[in-house]
């Protein structure tokens, strides 16, 4: 890949030289392997929608101190950090098939020893390596770039945004259902439970209907480059910088939002665990149609780095109106609405990585990505909850809309970098 300062960067264009023949010849497709992977990302981030609203609760049960929460929501992010670059790469080495079986089944484990966690600092050792196993996004990002013309990958992908949004429709419904606070840590089995089985089920769908999308490399120690290597070169690519400082400044955003939306709804309005886990529903089923019927259309027409820089300014002005809330009826619309913003963004954050990535590395340098946006679910929830705390209860709100200001910038300058 050139770095060049003459040569000139698109995010709405392929560059010169840029791999445009995604996939392996030598691998044989399947048919079920986008809806098998599909299904992985919706068990990945159903156990995500299950745990997130109750985690507050979840951590009470245990007489978890307010820092102790925090901690164990941010435990999951800290896995997470470290698993989407190191599965990235490994992926591209040893192939995708059974780097997912693996991290599927570590997902399984996570969940089981969950439920029976004896204490908050057990729980939050087994949210460290859950955020570890299921750090696996980028090998299903990976294994769709391998098989998706470029043109092609932004609506591929965001078929993926939607998986995760049907499990934040259903996660959350399902864990409200399921969980019975009243009940103490107890109360919290059945919900995670169902997650291990669910995972189970994953995996047997990978290992009969997923085939392999690229053949396993040997290790080269003399022209493979190492893992700084990489990290070097996407730093000091444009696009690739300044996609993933997207992913960062957003993302400190979003999932400080998520971190505090149930304790902020407890204080503002007195809502509890149903009422969060309706809300999350109603945000799951914009964002999952929104990825399904617009993403595609829309980047293909006005192009990637337009519709996330559009995508972002939408979220920014939603954080902000959101401290004007008078209840449900402005709560829940203004956060389908920023939802809808992130979810016409996401895509297309990856999408640019894709095109602009040589192909050998590109579950890297979509785990690196991954990787920003693990780092934002500690930095955000972090900074969020101090706020919440020290400047008031509506302050994570404005703190949200101030990390989302310069990802419209960022985005914007994206299309326009030379």
């Not at 007489?63 to 997470?80: M, R």
Request: aromatic share 10%; proline share 6%; net charge positive.
């Amino acid at each position: 890949m050139s770095t060049d300062p003459n040569i000139a960067f698109s995010a709405d264009a392929p560059l010169a030289g840029e791999v445009e023949n995604a996939a392996d010849p030598q691998q044989p497709r399947s048919a079920a392997a986008l809806p098998t992977l599909l299904a992985v990302m919706f068990i990945n981030l159903l156990g995500f929608g299950i745990v997130v609203p109750l985690l507050p609760f979840y951590a009470k049960s245990f007489h978890a101190a307010a820092w102790q929460i925090a901690l164990v929501f941010s435990a999951y992010a800290i896995g997470s950090f470290f698993g989407e670059p190191f599965w990235g790469r490994l992926s591209d080495r040893r192939g995708r098939k059974p780097i997912l079986i693996s991290t599927v089944s570590g997902n399984l484990a996570c969940y089981t020893a969950m439920a029976l966690a004896p204490n908050i600092y057990f729980a939050f050792l087994v949210r460290i390596l859950g955020g570890l196993m299921s750090g696996n996004g980028s090998v299903i990002q990976g294994y769709i770039a391998d098989v998706t013309p470029a043109e092609d990958r932004a609506g591929r992908l965001s078929l993926l945004g939607a998986a995760y949004n049907v499990g934040l429709i259903v996660g959350p419904a399902l864990g409200g259902l399921l969980a019975r606070p009243q009940l103490g840590h107890t109360g919290f089995e059945a919900p995670l439970f169902t997650c291990a089985g669910l995972s189970a089920i994953c995996i047997l769908m990978l290992v009969l209907f997923v085939r392999e999308s690229r053949t396993p490399q040997a290790p080269d120690p003399i022209q493979k480059p190492n893992r700084w290597a990489v990290a070097g070169k996407a730093a000091r690519h444009p696009l690739i910088r300044r996609s993933m400082l997207v992913t960062l400044v957003a993302g400190c955003a979003f999932t400080g939002v998520e971190s505090i939306f149930g304790l902020w709804t407890q204080a503002r309005f007195g809502w509890g665990p149903r009422q969060v886990g309706s809300a999350y529903a109603v945000v799951g089923i914009v964002a999952a149609f929104c990825q399904i019927v617009l993403i595609g259309p829309a980047s293909r027409r006005f192009g990637e780095a337009r519709v996330l820089a559009f995508g972002m300014a939408l979220t920014a002005c939603c954080y902000i109106g959101q401290t004007f809330s008078t209840g449900a009826v402005m709560t829940v619309p203004l956060l389908a609405v920023a939802a809808f913003g992130q979810s016409i963004a996401w895509p297309n954050v990856a999408a640019i990585i894709s095109r602009n990535a040589e192909w050998e590395h590109q579950g890297q340098y979509l785990g690196l990505n991954n990787a920003m946006g693990a780092l934002a679910r500690v930095v955000g929830p972090f900074a969020l909850g101090i706020g919440f705390t020290a400047m008031g209860v509506d302050a994570p709100f404005y703190m949200a809309g101030m990390f989302v200001a310069p990802a419209v910038w960022l985005a914007w300058s994206v299309r326009r970098r030379r």
